[in-house]
Protein backbone atom coordinates (compact mmCIF):
# COMPACT_ATOMS: atom_id res chain seq x y z
CA UNK A 1 0.00 0.00 0.00
CA UNK A 2 3.07 2.39 0.70
CA UNK A 3 4.47 1.68 -2.31
CA UNK A 4 1.75 2.20 -4.73
CA UNK A 5 0.86 5.58 -2.73
CA UNK A 6 4.41 6.68 -3.33
CA UNK A 7 3.91 5.65 -6.97
CA UNK A 8 0.81 8.03 -7.35
CA UNK A 9 2.80 10.80 -5.49
CA UNK A 10 5.46 10.41 -8.23
CA UNK A 11 3.00 10.19 -10.97
CA UNK A 12 1.36 13.15 -9.91
CA UNK A 13 4.58 15.13 -9.71
CA UNK A 14 5.69 14.14 -12.98
CA UNK A 15 2.32 15.30 -14.50
CA UNK A 16 2.28 18.52 -12.52
CA UNK A 17 5.85 19.22 -14.16
CA UNK A 18 4.93 18.10 -17.60
CA UNK A 19 1.93 20.27 -17.54
CA UNK A 20 4.04 23.33 -17.47
CA UNK A 21 5.02 24.89 -20.79
CA UNK A 22 8.98 25.41 -21.39
CA UNK A 23 9.82 28.84 -20.58
CA UNK A 24 7.19 30.02 -17.92
CA UNK A 25 8.26 30.77 -14.66
CA UNK A 26 6.24 29.84 -12.38
CA UNK A 27 6.27 31.83 -8.45
CA UNK A 28 7.45 30.17 -6.15
CA UNK A 29 7.82 31.27 -2.30
CA UNK A 30 11.30 30.44 -1.38
CA UNK A 31 13.05 30.43 2.41
CA UNK A 32 10.78 31.70 4.69
CA UNK A 33 13.67 34.52 5.04
CA UNK A 34 12.57 36.25 1.61
CA UNK A 35 9.24 37.03 3.15
CA UNK A 36 10.86 39.35 5.55
CA UNK A 37 10.32 40.28 8.82
CA UNK A 38 6.38 40.33 8.48
CA UNK A 39 6.31 36.31 8.38
CA UNK A 40 6.95 34.14 11.50
CA UNK A 41 8.33 30.88 11.07
CA UNK A 42 8.03 28.22 13.67
CA UNK A 43 6.96 25.43 15.60
CA UNK A 44 4.27 23.78 17.38
CA UNK A 45 3.89 20.25 18.49
CA UNK A 46 0.51 18.81 17.78
CA UNK A 47 -0.68 15.16 17.87
CA UNK A 48 2.73 13.95 19.16
CA UNK A 49 4.26 15.45 16.13
CA UNK A 50 6.17 19.52 15.69
CA UNK A 51 4.30 20.83 12.92
CA UNK A 52 5.84 23.60 11.25
CA UNK A 53 4.31 26.97 10.00
CA UNK A 54 4.77 30.51 8.75
CA UNK A 55 2.18 33.13 9.91
CA UNK A 56 1.83 36.84 8.63
CA UNK A 57 -0.85 39.57 9.21
CA UNK A 58 -2.65 40.24 12.25
CA UNK A 59 -6.63 40.46 10.81
CA UNK A 60 -9.71 38.79 12.84
CA UNK A 61 -10.20 36.28 10.50
CA UNK A 62 -7.40 33.49 10.62
CA UNK A 63 -7.02 31.84 7.19
CA UNK A 64 -4.95 28.34 7.25
CA UNK A 65 -3.08 27.15 3.82
CA UNK A 66 -3.12 23.46 3.69
CA UNK A 67 -0.52 22.85 0.39
CA UNK A 68 -0.84 20.25 -1.74
CA UNK A 69 0.88 16.39 -2.42
CA UNK A 70 4.59 16.86 -1.76
CA UNK A 71 4.77 20.64 -0.94
CA UNK A 72 4.43 22.77 2.08
CA UNK A 73 3.65 26.79 3.00
CA UNK A 74 6.52 28.11 1.72
CA UNK A 75 6.88 26.14 -1.54
CA UNK A 76 3.52 26.04 -2.46
CA UNK A 77 1.66 29.97 -1.34
CA UNK A 78 4.37 32.15 -2.23
CA UNK A 79 1.80 34.92 -3.63
CA UNK A 80 -0.78 34.12 -0.70
CA UNK A 81 2.03 34.63 1.69
CA UNK A 82 2.64 37.61 0.31
CA UNK A 83 -0.06 39.56 -0.81
CA UNK A 84 -2.95 38.27 1.07
CA UNK A 85 -4.45 41.76 2.75
CA UNK A 86 -2.58 41.36 6.00
CA UNK A 87 -5.23 43.56 7.52
CA UNK A 88 -8.57 41.96 7.39
CA UNK A 89 -6.60 38.00 8.10
CA UNK A 90 -4.30 36.25 10.20
CA UNK A 91 -2.40 33.95 7.05
CA UNK A 92 -1.33 30.77 8.38
CA UNK A 93 0.77 28.31 5.83
CA UNK A 94 1.71 24.89 7.63
CA UNK A 95 3.50 21.74 6.40
CA UNK A 96 2.00 18.50 6.88
CA UNK A 97 3.93 15.98 8.77
CA UNK A 98 6.66 14.70 7.09
CA UNK A 99 6.62 17.87 4.50
CA UNK A 100 8.95 20.57 4.38
CA UNK A 101 10.18 21.68 7.85
CA UNK A 102 7.54 19.34 9.57
CA UNK A 103 10.42 16.68 9.66
CA UNK A 104 10.81 14.09 11.85
CA UNK A 105 9.01 11.81 10.91
CA UNK A 106 9.69 11.14 7.20
CA UNK A 107 6.22 11.24 5.25
CA UNK A 108 4.23 8.09 4.93
CA UNK A 109 0.76 7.31 3.67
CA UNK A 110 -1.35 4.78 5.34
CA UNK A 111 -4.91 4.28 4.59
CA UNK A 112 -6.13 7.50 6.29
CA UNK A 113 -3.60 9.69 5.74
CA UNK A 114 -6.28 12.45 4.68
CA UNK A 115 -8.19 12.00 8.10
CA UNK A 116 -4.74 12.63 9.88
CA UNK A 117 -3.65 15.62 7.86
CA UNK A 118 -7.40 16.97 8.90
CA UNK A 119 -6.65 16.66 12.62
CA UNK A 120 -3.14 18.06 12.56
CA UNK A 121 -4.48 20.99 11.23
CA UNK A 122 -6.91 21.25 12.71
CA UNK A 123 -5.39 20.78 16.09
CA UNK A 124 -2.48 22.97 15.21
CA UNK A 125 -5.20 26.11 14.79
CA UNK A 126 -6.41 24.92 17.70
CA UNK A 127 -2.85 25.33 19.60
CA UNK A 128 -2.43 28.59 18.36
CA UNK A 129 -5.48 29.86 20.22
CA UNK A 130 -7.21 30.66 17.05
CA UNK A 131 -11.72 30.41 18.04
CA UNK A 132 -12.04 29.58 14.09
CA UNK A 133 -10.59 29.08 10.89
CA UNK A 134 -11.21 29.51 7.23
CA UNK A 135 -9.19 26.72 5.13
CA UNK A 136 -7.77 27.46 1.61
CA UNK A 137 -6.68 23.85 0.40
CA UNK A 138 -4.78 23.11 -2.97
CA UNK A 139 -5.12 19.42 -4.11
CA UNK A 140 -4.41 17.40 -1.68
CA UNK A 141 -4.68 19.99 0.58
CA UNK A 142 -8.07 20.58 -1.07
CA UNK A 143 -9.11 16.91 -0.11
CA UNK A 144 -7.83 17.66 3.18
CA UNK A 145 -9.91 20.49 3.79
CA UNK A 146 -12.80 19.34 2.74
CA UNK A 147 -12.62 16.28 5.58
CA UNK A 148 -11.52 19.21 7.85
CA UNK A 149 -15.31 20.78 7.53
CA UNK A 150 -17.06 18.12 7.48
CA UNK A 151 -15.48 16.97 11.14
CA UNK A 152 -15.37 20.11 12.79
CA UNK A 153 -18.04 22.35 11.73
CA UNK A 154 -18.36 24.49 13.83
CA UNK A 155 -14.99 25.10 14.08
CA UNK A 156 -14.22 25.86 10.29
CA UNK A 157 -15.79 29.44 9.24
CA UNK A 158 -15.29 28.93 5.38
CA UNK A 159 -13.45 27.44 2.25
CA UNK A 160 -11.84 27.32 -0.88
CA UNK A 161 -10.77 24.81 -2.60
CA UNK A 162 -9.56 24.24 -6.02
CA UNK A 163 -7.60 21.01 -7.50
CA UNK A 164 -8.75 18.31 -5.43
CA UNK A 165 -10.46 15.09 -6.07
CA UNK A 166 -13.96 14.15 -4.72
CA UNK A 167 -13.64 10.18 -5.20
CA UNK A 168 -11.91 7.33 -6.49
CA UNK A 169 -11.73 7.19 -9.86
CA UNK A 170 -11.34 3.25 -11.92
CA UNK A 171 -7.64 4.41 -12.54
CA UNK A 172 -6.91 5.07 -8.73
CA UNK A 173 -9.00 2.21 -7.55
CA UNK A 174 -5.98 0.17 -7.16
CA UNK A 175 -3.91 2.83 -5.63
CA UNK A 176 -6.73 4.16 -2.98
CA UNK A 177 -9.21 2.87 -0.64
CA UNK A 178 -12.52 4.08 0.23
CA UNK A 179 -14.13 7.22 -0.61
CA UNK A 180 -11.55 10.04 -0.45
CA UNK A 181 -13.94 12.39 0.81
CA UNK A 182 -16.66 11.70 -0.79
CA UNK A 183 -18.99 10.39 1.85
CA UNK A 184 -18.46 13.42 3.86
CA UNK A 185 -19.66 15.92 1.73
CA UNK A 186 -23.23 16.10 2.69
CA UNK A 187 -21.37 17.03 6.41
CA UNK A 188 -19.83 20.23 5.32
CA UNK A 189 -21.69 23.15 6.73
CA UNK A 190 -19.28 25.87 6.01
CA UNK A 191 -19.81 28.19 2.69
CA UNK A 192 -17.15 26.97 0.40
CA UNK A 193 -15.98 28.36 -2.86
CA UNK A 194 -14.74 25.58 -5.48
CA UNK A 195 -12.48 27.08 -8.32
CA UNK A 196 -11.43 25.08 -10.84
CA UNK A 197 -8.97 25.68 -13.68
CA UNK A 198 -10.45 24.48 -16.87
CA UNK A 199 -7.37 23.24 -18.47
CA UNK A 200 -6.02 21.45 -15.26
CA UNK A 201 -4.34 18.03 -16.67
CA UNK A 202 -3.99 16.59 -12.77
CA UNK A 203 -8.23 17.00 -11.90
CA UNK A 204 -11.08 16.75 -14.63
CA UNK A 205 -13.88 18.81 -14.77
CA UNK A 206 -16.14 16.50 -13.16
CA UNK A 207 -14.60 16.27 -9.69
CA UNK A 208 -15.11 19.93 -9.21
CA UNK A 209 -18.94 19.74 -10.62
CA UNK A 210 -19.22 16.40 -8.09
CA UNK A 211 -18.35 18.94 -5.24
CA UNK A 212 -20.58 21.57 -6.15
CA UNK A 213 -23.50 19.51 -6.17
CA UNK A 214 -22.88 17.78 -3.14
CA UNK A 215 -21.37 20.15 -0.97
CA UNK A 216 -24.63 22.24 -0.42
CA UNK A 217 -24.77 25.79 -1.03
CA UNK A 218 -21.14 25.96 -2.35
CA UNK A 219 -20.70 28.34 -5.01
CA UNK A 220 -18.19 27.11 -8.29
CA UNK A 221 -15.91 29.32 -9.84
CA UNK A 222 -14.48 28.53 -13.21
CA UNK A 223 -10.88 30.02 -14.76
CA UNK A 224 -10.53 29.14 -18.48
CA UNK A 225 -6.83 29.24 -18.68
CA UNK A 226 -6.30 28.00 -15.32
CA UNK A 227 -4.25 24.52 -14.76
CA UNK A 228 -3.59 22.77 -11.66
CA UNK A 229 -1.73 25.64 -9.83
CA UNK A 230 -3.98 28.47 -10.76
CA UNK A 231 -3.38 30.38 -7.54
CA UNK A 232 0.31 30.43 -8.46
CA UNK A 233 -0.11 31.24 -12.51
CA UNK A 234 -2.67 33.61 -11.77
CA UNK A 235 -1.90 34.57 -8.17
CA UNK A 236 -3.57 38.42 -8.47
CA UNK A 237 -6.72 37.05 -9.98
CA UNK A 238 -7.14 33.77 -7.58
CA UNK A 239 -6.37 36.34 -4.26
CA UNK A 240 -8.94 38.66 -4.97
CA UNK A 241 -11.10 36.08 -5.57
CA UNK A 242 -10.45 34.33 -2.35
CA UNK A 243 -10.49 37.69 -0.51
CA UNK A 244 -13.85 38.50 -1.92
CA UNK A 245 -15.16 34.93 -0.24
CA UNK A 246 -14.18 34.89 2.68
CA UNK A 247 -14.88 38.46 3.90
Known amino acids: MAAALGARAARRL ?25 VTSAKAEVNGVHLHYLRTGDGEHAVLLLPGMLGSGETDF ?13 VVAWDPRGYGHSRPPDRDFPVDFFERDAKDAIGLMKTLKFKKVSLLGWSDGGITALIAA ?29 SICRDLLP ?7 IVH ?7 PRFHAD ?15 E ?4 LHLRFADEFNKLAEDFLQ
Open 78 to 90: GPQIEKLNKKLFT
Open 187 to 193: LVQCPTL
Open 197 to 203: GEKDPLV
Open 210 to 224: FLHRHVRGSRLHLMP
Open 150 to 178: AWYPSYVSKMVIWGANAYVTEQDAEIYQG
Open 226 to 229: GKHN
Open 14 to 38: RLLLSALKPGIQVPRAGPAAAFGSS
